[in-house]
């Protein structure tokens, strides 16, 4: 918090008790964010009124929204978001991702046109030309556990989405398999990558999206000269969309460890406001990159 207030990366809203965030801030100077607490807040009733509008089909009373608004944080902060009380939420270095997904998606629901929500990383390597000058989007790496053909293509439209207005450049998809346009035998794993591919352009006709390819085809001109000699992506990917989450997460955390890329996220795209979880083991550098793209995304 200390840092983003130096910076002048977003305005900070803290949740919680005066005492709390006392003690877990001290010999720091976060004296420009504001400290929000539920049990004294005079906005706490009219979050309250709103839940159980909100969710009275599920049998949401007064006192259940009290109760959950008093005590869990989350929720208290999502209805902050909802309310215009605050532009997004950042979360998880103390919770799970479902538990700062729930509320969000109990309560903002998936933004329109969007089928489904999931998550992506900023990767930024360092002394490379691949992607745009090293900066990528990996998608999803931390949310879709094993995502079907149409899953998938909503993934990378999303993907392409947020690639504009976070970076301002035009995308590049690849869609990511061991394959590349037929080169090995048609299983049910790259068939799946070869639905979802045929579904982007469907779907997206003007984006530029190849796949099924592999990953030295779309990053490399020289191997995407030899295997995808016609493709518009090929050697040239800024955006990569692994075929799950198994991929996924372990190709985001090689890229970051053994090239000593900075990776930022996971960050949720898909929900009407930002709300982003992060890692349980993350620094204080992940939050504060963390805290620079939701307000990115809230611009």
């Given at each position: 918090?200390?840092?983003i207030?130096?910076?002048?990366?977003?305005n900070?809203?803290?949740?919680?008790?005066?005492?709390?965030?006392?003690?877990?801030?001290?010999?720091?100077?976060i004296?420009?964010?504001?400290?929000?607490?539920?049990?004294?807040?005079?906005?706490?009733?009219?979050?309250?009124d709103?839940?159980?509008?909100?969710?009275?089909?599920k049998?949401?009373?007064?006192?259940?929204?009290?109760?959950?608004?008093?005590?869990?944080?989350?929720?208290?902060?999502?209805?902050?978001?909802?309310?215009?009380?605050?532009?997004?939420?950042?979360?998880?270095?103390?919770?799970?991702?479902?538990?700062?997904?729930?509320?969000?998606?109990?309560?903002?629901?998936?933004?329109?046109?969007?089928?489904?929500?999931?998550?992506?990383?900023?990767?930024?390597?360092?002394?490379?030309?691949?992607?745009?000058?090293?900066?990528?989007?990996?998608?999803?790496?931390?949310?879709?556990?094993?995502?079907n053909?149409?899953?998938?293509?909503?993934?990378?439209?999303?993907?392409?989405?947020?690639?504009?207005?976070?970076?301002?450049?035009?995308?590049r998809?690849?869609?990511?398999?061991?394959?590349?346009?037929?080169?090995?035998?048609?299983?049910?794993?790259?068939?799946?990558?070869?639905e979802?591919t045929?579904?982007?352009?469907?779907?997206?006709p003007?984006?530029?999206?190849?796949?099924?390819?592999?990953?030295?085809?779309?990053?490399?001109?020289?191997?995407?000269?030899k295997?995808?000699?016609?493709?518009?992506?090929?050697?040239?990917?800024?955006?990569?969309?692994?075929?799950?989450?198994?991929?996924?997460?372990?190709?985001?955390?090689?890229?970051?460890?053994?090239?000593?890329?900075?990776?930022?996220?996971p960050?949720?795209?898909?929900?009407?406001?930002?709300?982003?979880?992060?890692?349980?083991?993350c620094?204080s550098?992940?939050?504060v990159?963390?805290?620079?793209?939701?307000?990115?995304?809230?611009?």
């Open positions: 918090t200390a840092q207030l130096k910076e002048g990366i977003a900070v809203v803290l949740v919680g008790s005066e005492e709390a965030v006392k003690k877990g801030s001290e010999g720091l100077d004296s420009g964010a504001v400290v929000v607490d539920p049990a004294t807040s005079d906005k706490t009733q009219g979050y309250i709103k839940l159980v509008e909100l969710r009275q089909k049998g949401m009373t007064p006192e259940q929204a009290k109760e959950i608004l008093l005590n869990q944080y989350l929720y208290y902060g999502v209805m902050m978001v909802k309310m215009g009380d605050a532009d997004g939420l950042v979360s998880g270095s103390v919770c799970s991702t479902a538990d700062t997904l729930r509320p969000a998606l109990q309560i903002l629901k998936t933004a329109p046109d969007t089928k489904l929500v999931s998550s992506f990383f900023i990767i930024d390597v360092p002394n490379t030309t691949y992607g745009e000058e090293g900066m990528f989007l990996f998608s999803d790496c931390g949310l879709n556990t094993n995502p053909a149409d899953e998938l293509s909503e993934i990378a439209i999303s993907s392409s989405k947020t690639w504009k207005e976070l970076i301002g450049k035009e995308p998809i690849a869609m990511l398999s061991y394959s590349t346009l037929g080169s090995a035998p048609l299983t049910d794993l790259t068939s799946k990558v070869i979802a045929k579904l982007v352009r469907e779907k997206c003007d984006l530029a999206v190849e796949g099924e390819i592999q990953l030295d085809a779309a990053l490399v001109p020289s191997v995407a000269n295997k995808a000699p016609e493709s518009k992506v090929a050697g040239k990917a800024n955006i990569l969309i692994f075929p799950d989450l198994n991929a996924g997460n372990i190709g985001y955390k090689l890229v970051q460890r053994l090239a000593n890329a900075e990776a930022y996220g960050i949720t795209q898909g929900i009407k406001k930002p709300v982003n979880d992060l890692s349980r083991g620094s550098e992940d939050i990159g963390v805290v620079a793209i939701t307000a990115a995304q809230a611009k």
